[in-house]
């Protein structure tokens, strides 16, 4: 068996908490880390910056030992070489877009001329070509990060680090950059962390979810895996999202049961649809409303979540629905209870596909 | 007085108690001007100003303060970078140490350079043994006498600008590949650029306005180390009349670097940094 490519086990001690987890990752993986405030995510990425010492463990990637404080060893930041994408952005204030892209090149010992192709190359790919003389204060938000994902990736770095990237910005720039960057992290060939606290960006940019709670992972699974079977209620909470893979073709994505999900957003090949459980509908009939998708499912759990009841169901592989307990209390929802869901296509959000859609 | 939101009467009336200590301030600072300008005999202020003495005690006024601005910003700006990016142990001693000269008096700053590099002094007396260097009562004596007044407030400006940058933009610089000699010179220095300006223009004010340590250590000889304020004090003592033209210049050419840092470099700086 061949090492991973990035192989880490952070262990960082604070007076107030411990950080301990492990993390492996292959190139090409897309690794969500989720989990609530103060979990220890932005140490995570620091310490594998090389920003913040580890107290024990080891990072290793590609090969090369970062950092192993029992033998002593520790490459210092600036030699590693990692692309980090900050949740502010970060874009030097005082250099245009292009002297901001080319700083990476530019400090890796490239002259001025190329330092700058390679950066008008990069600010082309996430489509800010044109943007290149501004002022990172003449820019959106989601000009910014576009500049700031360019200037990380510009540097070519073996480990890519994002930590919040979509958080500051507007939900509608938030959403259109979602789908470029699921491009962009789909053709990068080294290894992309994810840090976020929102379950959408986990479950459909990533190819697997690391939970961390409390310092410590949590869950370590597929993006489906940690939305449909999380290991606690912690993480439940945290990842509550239903998510389904299929194929579209227009408003139908067809499931791999066959059946067929309807949404209000064309779109055309491999997505991913998702709904907040809060979005199923159950009944204890077949449905008379205006909801097109409906499933005849089995109660497989019915646990308190929060104010509300979260009911877990057998259909589509498993879907979460959040009902109220007194709605709950009337279907007489126990597990084996039968029961219809319906979900309203306009309630499904759909990511990825071709580039039609975008 | 204007009034504006959020300063205007919506919050209600500025109470007199305040308001009067305020107007009384401001009259107290305009006031010396005032009567500068208006006893100044204007006839004579071409004439003096081209006479030899006054030229001669401005342009070493200009020199030296210029160069010790030169020598402040040389060693100041890595102080500065040192206290505001490094910990160490002692680091708030060596801030204390750099602001002392800044409450010290400045004859009791001139006896303590005599100390340390006359004749006899600390330094002073191995330089002039070894190389025969002597450093009181030259023209560099004058310099350093500057330096030592000027570096507290440019320190201390700079510092507190560095400070005020995001130190978040080292750790970008850092994953990006770059050392930290890169990311000072490429990075912090210039998103520090309206402190540095600020604290150069202090600096030089101090220089400029220099006395007693100048007078102590360096001497008031014409020539070499009789600077403006030297020579407004000789001629308070002779002829007051000459010692009011010269303080109008002196003023003049304060005011006028002022203006001129102000429309042209300043607020180009600050909205630079304030567009981020």
């Known amino acids: ?358 | 007085m204007r009034t504006r939101a959020g300063r205007g009467p919506a919050v209600g009336r500025a109470p007199l108690r305040l308001l009067l200590p305020a107007a009384l301030a401001v009259a107290f600072l305009t006031l010396p001007l005032v009567a500068l300008l208006t006893r100044t005999p204007w006839s004579q202020l071409l004439g003096r100003l081209t006479s030899q003495a006054v030229l001669q005690a401005l342009r070493l006024s200009v020199v030296t303060s210029l160069a010790a601005v030169a020598v402040v910003t040389v060693v100041g700006v890595p102080l500065a970078w040192a206290l505001a990016r490094l910990d160490f142990p002692g680091r708030s001693l060596v801030r204390a140490l750099v602001i002392v000269p800044l409450v010290l008096p400045p004859v009791v700053g001139g006896v303590a350079l005599l100390t340390a590099f006359g004749r006899r002094g600390l330094v002073g007396a191995p330089l002039d043994t070894a190389f025969g260097l002597t450093l009181p009562y030259t023209t560099a004596a004058v310099v350093v006498a500057h330096t030592f007044v000027a570096l507290p407030f440019f320190v201390l400006s700079v510092e507190g600008a560095l400070r005020a940058t995001d130190r978040e933009f080292d750790v970008v610089a850092a994953t990006l590949g770059a050392s930290r000699w890169t990311t000072f010179r490429t990075v912090s220095l210039p998103l520090a650029g309206p402190g540095l300006l600020a604290g150069l223009v202090l600096a030089w004010a101090r220089a400029l306005g220099e006395f007693g340590a100048t007078i102590t250590f360096a001497g008031n000889f014409p020539g070499t180390t009789r600077t403006m304020p030297n020579a407004i004090y000789v001629e308070l003592q002779s002829d007051p009349d000459a010692a009011l033209v010269l303080s109008v210049i002196l003023m003049a050419v304060s005011v006028a670097v002022l203006a001129l840092l102000r429309d042209r470099w300043f607020d180009v700086a600050v909205q630079g940094a304030v567009r981020r």
């Not at chain 1, 039968?338 to 296509?345: D, G, N, R």
Request: hydrophobic share 45%; aromatic share 4%.
């Open chain 1, 1 to 358: 068996m061949s090492d991973p490519f990035l192989d880490a086990h952070v262990v960082v001690r604070r007076p107030a908490h411990t950080l301990d987890v492990h993390l492996r990752a292959e190139p090409g993986e897309v690794v969500a880390v989720i989990g609530p405030n103060g979990a220890g995510k932005s140490t995570l990425v620091r310490a594998l910056a090389g920003i913040l010492p580890l107290s024990d463990g080891h990072v290793v990637c590609d090969g090369e030992t970062w950092e192993e404080p029992r033998r002593g060893v520790r490459v210092e930041a600036r030699r590693r070489r990692v692309g980090m994408v900050f949740q502010q952005g970060l874009l030097f204030p005082h250099l245009s877009a292009l002297r901001n892209v080319a700083f990476g090149p530019r400090s890796r010992g490239e002259s001025r001329g190329d330092a700058e192709a390679v950066a008008r190359d990069w600010l082309g790919r996430l489509g800010v070509g044109d943007l290149a003389e501004r002022r990172p204060g003449q820019l959106s938000g989601g000009q910014a990060q576009r500049v700031a994902v360019a200037r990380a990736l510009a540097a070519d770095p073996r480990l890519l680090l994002l930590d919040e990237p979509l958080s500051a910005l507007d939900v509608g720039v938030a959403a259109a950059l979602r789908l470029e960057l699921a491009r962009h992290l789909a053709r990068y060939e080294g290894a992309s962390l994810l840090i976020t606290h929102d379950a959408l960006d986990a479950l459909t940019l990533a190819t697997r979810v690391l939970v961390i709670d409390e310092g410590r992972v949590a869950q370590d699974g597929s993006p489906d895996d940690v939305a449909r079977r999380p290991a606690t209620d912690h993480v439940a909470r945290l990842v509550g999202l239903n998510v389904l893979r299929g194929v579209s073709a227009d408003t139908s994505v067809r499931l791999p049961d066959g059946s067929v999900l309807v949404t209000a957003t064309p779109a055309r090949g491999e997505v991913s649809a998702s709904f907040p459980p809060s979005a199923v509908t159950l009944t204890a009939g077949e449905p008379v409303g205006s909801a097109r998708n409906r499933w005849r499912a089995s109660v497989t759990s019915v646990a308190p979540h929060g104010s509300s009841v979260r009911v877990h169901l057998d259909a589509v592989g498993g879907l979460i629905a959040d009902v109220t307990p007194t709605s709950s209390a009337r279907l007489g929802l126990v597990p084996g209870a039968s029961v219809w869901a319906t979900v309203k296509a306009t309630e499904v959000s759909v990511y990825g596909g071709e580039e039609a859609n975008r």
